[in-house]
């Protein structure tokens, strides 16, 4: 992917999708947090602000961590770029995700 705004752009399907996933079972939220957990024993100085933010968020109340993963504002933007919902997603719903946005680079260019 030659343009971030097309890595921002996939990275916004990923959480419309896990979106979903979470309304249909909020457990996943508990996923994502003992992904911060566990992320924040071993991440990089430079990272730890952002996992800390994260958990935060992740703490707060479902309706606004929903509307977070959906935003297209700056800040929700950078925050999917270390977002704690990995894993949640199935093999296929990934490379479905992945496919798209890599015929849309290829159309791109």
Do not use: Y
């Not at 992740?58 to 894993?87: K, N, V």
Request: proline share 4%.
């Amino acid at each position: 992917m030659k343009d971030h705004s097309l890595i921002d752009e996939r990275s916004l399907a990923f959480d419309r999708l896990l979106r979903a996933r979470v309304e249909a079972d909020p457990h996943l939220v508990d996923k994502a947090r003992e992904n911060v957990e566990r992320w924040l024993l071993t991440c990089a100085p430079g990272v730890r602000s952002v996992l800390l933010e994260w958990r935060q968020i992740l703490s707060g109340p479902r309706d606004q961590l929903l509307t977070l993963m959906t935003s297209t504002d700056e800040h929700a933007t950078r925050l999917r770029q270390s977002s704690p919902f990995a894993g949640l997603l199935s093999r296929a719903e990934r490379t479905a995700i992945l496919r798209e946005f890599q015929h849309h680079d290829s159309s791109a260019t």
